[in-house]
């Protein structure tokens, strides 16, 4: 019997809900009063694993696995995630745990701040540091956005396990094509209305990239006020905000399986940080970003103010998909329809700072 698994990274812990038919069961919290950043579940081998990186005010940051469903969670004796002495820099919170695709079964990514790409060969037991993104010469350049500087999202390719793509609070994009021995920046296109050359080669403010499900070239992302398709890896980029009712956000999500469809959750602006229009809406693009749908029944009608931030907004593999979103008001939405309607999880959790599901046997 498949189930659907849902883990839910709040500030003050992680939930974890399973879908058995119709019915949702929610639990937690686990890692109680440690903020959840990231959190992944990785179904590459027949025992799934989740990874999650926590982060206690007392004992810092941590990343945690667990083989069971959450029943019991492993910490390593050392630090998973450290950075090497001569960096003169130490761990503030591991912002992403991205397992990699089939071409690397064992390998899991690790996107921290400060700004920094680790690599686990050991699906996320231990990670290393990947230098030559450290040692990128424009990194001296780099500045924290709001929420600090990151790297936050990392994208890999199916068809291979070279290609990488990460997005870094505020540097940009950079890709690199050899498993992250050299690196470029991939932002051509992409505008920085706060930055005095709106068209840098690096400095964007990225907010969140996913990947097509029919072309792995094709990537939509969220930046710091437009959102943005490119159809060559992030070589080029090119405008589809026309037709959302605000282009600042900070979520993207693909479909798993239907190519040319994608959700954001538009926000007012970046200094009025609430829906945009004030509405609880999702919104849905099925020609790769030429039109966009309000995704709106069974969610709040009146006046709403639940922010959805960048890994808060995520689909699962299912076919049809399940889309899930929650806010900093600590509400979850599902929908198992493709986003077309919603049901209420949860309520009155803690700030929801991430979220991701999977179906699992």
């Known amino acids: 019997m498949t189930e659907v698994l849902l883990a839910v990274g709040t500030r003050k812990g992680l939930f974890i809900g399973r879908k058995r038919g119709r019915s949702w069961e929610l639990q937690g919290p686990h890692f109680n009063a440690q903020a959840v950043y990231s959190v992944a579940i990785d179904t590459r081998r027949p025992t799934p694993r989740l990874l999650v990186g926590g982060d206690s005010a007392h004992w810092g940051p941590s990343v945690f696995h667990s083989d069971d469903l959450g029943a019991s969670w492993v910490e390593p004796k050392k630090p998973a995630v450290k950075f090497p002495k001569d960096t003169g820099a130490s761990l503030e919170r591991v912002w992403q745990l991205h397992p990699a695709g089939p071409a690397a ?82 932002n051509k296109g992409v505008s920085a209305v706060f930055l005095p050359d709106p068209d840098p080669e690096f400095g964007q403010c990225v907010h969140k990239i996913a990947q097509d499900a029919g072309d792995a070239d094709r990537l939509y992302l969220q930046n710091h006020w437009g959102v943005y398709r490119s159809d060559d890896a992030g070589t080029t980029w090119g405008d589809i905000g026309a037709g959302l009712p605000s282009t600042f956000g900070f979520a993207v999500a693909a479909h798993p399986h239907r190519p040319g469809t994608a959700y954001v959750f538009p926000i007012t602006a970046d200094a009025d940080r609430v829906p945009a229009d004030r509405k609880c809406r999702v919104y849905r693009t099925s020609d790769a970003g030429a039109s966009w749908e309000p995704l709106s029944a069974g969610l709040p009608g009146g006046e709403h103010y639940g922010t959805v931030l960048r890994d808060a907004l995520r689909t699962d593999d299912a076919d049809p998909a399940g889309v899930y979103f929650g806010n900093r008001n600590g509400e979850v939405y599902a929908s198992a329809d493709d986003g077309d309607s919603w049901q209420q999880l949860a309520s009155h959790l803690p700030d929801v700072l991430c979220v991701r599901a999977a179906v699992i046997a």
């Open 105 to 186: 079964p064992d390998v899991v990514y690790a996107g921290t701040e400060p700004a920094a790409l680790f690599r686990s060969d050991d699906r996320g037991e231990t990670f290393e540091l990947v230098r030559p993104l450290w040692d990128h010469p424009t990194r001296s350049k780099w500045v924290p956005g709001g929420g600090g500087e990151a790297v936050h999202t990392v994208v890999t390719d199916r068809r291979s396990a070279d290609p990488v793509t990460v997005a870094v609070s505020t540097a940009g994009v950079f890709r690199s094509r050899d498993r992250g021995a050299a690196w470029e920046p991939s």
